[in-house]
């Protein structure tokens, strides 16, 4: 999973070099390029293509779909007919439901996962040892899991956070693994040589090296753990933005579907951008060493 | 120089010795062991879950009565028939995704204008997880074979487009601007130097893709499906087969990787200049 993403961390820093400039310069630029103005194209012709396509003219099998009005007035409703929108409690609790898990598992995998990765990338023995068990299990689908982790983990919650955890858990130690290999040999000769002990080694050599691609893996752990939630609250859930998904698809409340599905959108674009913004933060040296200083 | 060769050496006793502990040393065989070792524990530790009353593990059954389930499961019907069936979905709608994917994600590479429209509207959709598409589609779609189809085709779409556009986009100017100079149009940039610099990425985009196919594949066809391997593996869960269910999760791995394998080998034959690397 890890090899297409491998160049954002590198991408990202670039970015933080090549942007400078105060904010109020920047916007000043963006608006007087084309750019906004051809998403607005762009958006625009992709709310009108809903519009058209389902609330006015209804074609083909489009008319079954929610209208573009139906689902807005629902979501902005103070009293809407299926009983989800943005001034409703339950809306909030489903949210808070799936946040708290995708955090409990994404935080068990991190810290499970980014050891496990340093010392496979480390330790050769503890590599031979534990690369094949990750290999063997590792196709295997997160979503094949759901049966077992019902059957293994006790009570409802836990099964839903085990398959969350897992999705998040296998990418995180690929990732810390593929980015301690990437560390150019010649530093821990260095290291060695200049007396580093094994913790000096780990703290100022491996954590450093490494930390571009860990929050490569962290990043995309984080959408495979919204990915693995939503399936895992639809078969075996009593609450939770996947459950509502699969809920309002069973009672025939479309509109809400809609709401739902674009909440859950909006809760998996911003875990992932704290994700990156706390990676950005973490790599300022990175940002540096590119630009040359 | 040539005597000492041919090992008329006084220490012939200890040769073997080294050599033997080369031969352990040697990486891949080291690791070949240590696989070996973890492997066989674990299928140990497996085995005898139940005996010794392993928390968590003893729940699942062992691998001796896997085996049997797995030959109860090889030799029926309904096994193969979910193979042909949960292929075929993923084969037709992996080649539609490739088919949008690559085109669109060139066009938006190559021209700024198709970018710029194009980039926001992925960028709203994109986060939403295809297993959320699942119920829409099935409203949609008026078969459940198109349903999980397009469910197929989503999860490997966003992945090879975002491929697609990221290799196009990172070719280095001076190649463009070599070509140019030499007198090129804009016909031959697309053909002899975007197209090939792009192929490397669209083939990770595509084995990463694959992978995801699978994912959705299983999903689709557990929550909404009434055929196929993750049909079959739920339905075992639901009648309480587990054997069945670790023998359709293996045989949902061996397939995933398979297929993943396959796109990663015609990737290096489709990109000969690069296998000097």
Redesign the interface.
């Known amino acids: 999973?890890a090899?297409?993403d491998t160049?954002t961390a590198l991408e990202s820093a670039a970015e933080m070099v090549s942007v400078r400039y105060p904010w109020r310069i920047r916007v000043r630029r963006w608006l007087r390029s084309?750019?906004p103005y051809?998403?607005a194209?762009?958006?625009g012709?992709?709310f009108l293509a809903w519009y058209l396509l389902i609330d006015a003219f209804k074609v083909w099998?489009?008319g079954?779909?929610p209208g573009l009005v139906n689902s807005t007035q629902e979501w902005l409703s103070a009293d809407p007919i299926f009983g989800v929108s943005l001034f409703t409690a339950e809306y909030y609790r489903h949210i808070w439901t799936s946040f708290a898990r995708v955090f409990a598992a994404f935080f068990a995998a991190i810290t499970l996962g980014v050891p496990i990765g340093i010392l496979m990338g480390w330790r050769?023995?503890f590599?031979?040892?534990?690369?094949?068990?990750l290999e063997?299990?590792r196709?295997?689908?997160?979503?094949?899991?759901?049966?077992?982790a019902?059957?293994?983990?006790p009570g409802r919650e836990i099964p839903i956070i085990g398959l969350t955890f897992l999705a998040a858990f296998f990418v995180t130690i690929l990732n810390t693994l593929l980015g301690v290999r990437s560390i150019d040999q010649v530093y821990f000769r260095a290291a060695q040589s200049l007396g580093f002990s094994q913790s000096h080694i780990l703290w100022h050599v491996i954590i450093p090296g490494a930390l571009p691609y860990i929050f490569v893996g962290f990043q995309i752990g984080m959408g495979a753990c919204?990915?693995s939630?939503?399936?895992a609250e639809?078969?075996s859930g009593s609450a939770g933005?996947?459950y509502k998904?699969?809920e309002?698809?069973y009672y025939v409340q479309?509109p809400t579907?809609?709401i739902?599905?674009?909440t859950?959108?909006?809760c998996?674009?911003l875990s992932?951008g704290l994700v990156r913004i706390v990676g950005n933060r973490l790599m300022r040296w990175r940002a540096k060493l590119l630009a040359g200083v | 120089m040539k005597q000492s060769s041919h090992g008329g050496s006084p220490a012939r006793e200890l040769t073997t010795w080294f050599q033997l502990r080369r031969w352990l040393k040697a990486r891949w065989n080291l690791n070949l062991l240590l696989g070996v070792i973890s492997l066989t524990t674990l299928a140990a530790v497996w085995e005898l879950g139940k005996p010794l009353g392993i928390p968590l593990i003893s729940n699942v059954p062992p691998p001796s009565e896997v085996i049997v389930a797995a030959q109860d499961l090889l030799t029926s019907e309904q096994y193969w028939q979910g193979w042909y069936l949960s292929l075929q979905r993923i084969t037709i709608g992996f080649i539609i995704a490739q088919i949008i994917g690559i085109p669109l994600g060139l066009a938006m590479a190559i021209n700024r204008m198709t970018f710029d429209t194009t980039f926001p509207v992925i960028e709203i959709l994109r986060p939403i997880p295809p297993v959320a598409w699942i119920p829409i589609s099935i409203v949609f779609w008026p078969t459940r074979e198109m349903s999980v189809i397009f469910i197929v085709f989503l999860g490997a779409f966003w992945i090879v487009l975002l491929n697609t556009i990221g290799g196009a986009s990172h070719i280095d100017p001076s190649y463009k601007r070599a070509a140019l100079s030499l007198g090129s149009r804009p016909n031959d940039l697309f053909w002899k130097i975007i197209l090939p610099a792009t192929i490397p990425s669209i083939v990770t985009g595509m084995a990463v893709g694959m992978g995801i196919s699978w994912e959705m594949v299983v999903a689709s066809e557990m929550i909404a499906g009434d055929t196929g391997l993750g049909y079959l593996l739920w339905l075992s869960f639901q009648i309480n087969a587990i054997g069945h269910v670790i023998v359709c999760m293996i045989s949902i791995g061996i397939a995933g990787y398979c297929s993943s394998a396959i796109i990663r080998a015609a990737g290096e034959w489709a990109t000969p200049w690069r296998r000097l690397f």
Request: charged share 5%; net charge positive; no cysteine.
């Open positions: 999973m090899s297409p160049t084309p750019r051809r998403a194209l762009g958006i012709v992709f099998r489009f079954e779909l050769r023995i590599f031979g040892l534990t690369f094949p068990i063997i299990l196709p295997i689908p997160i979503l094949a899991w759901i049966p077992l019902i059957l293994l983990l919204w990915f939630l939503v399936a639809i078969l933005l996947g998904v699969w309002t698809y479309f579907m809609v739902t599905m674009a859950l959108g909006l998996g674009y992932s």
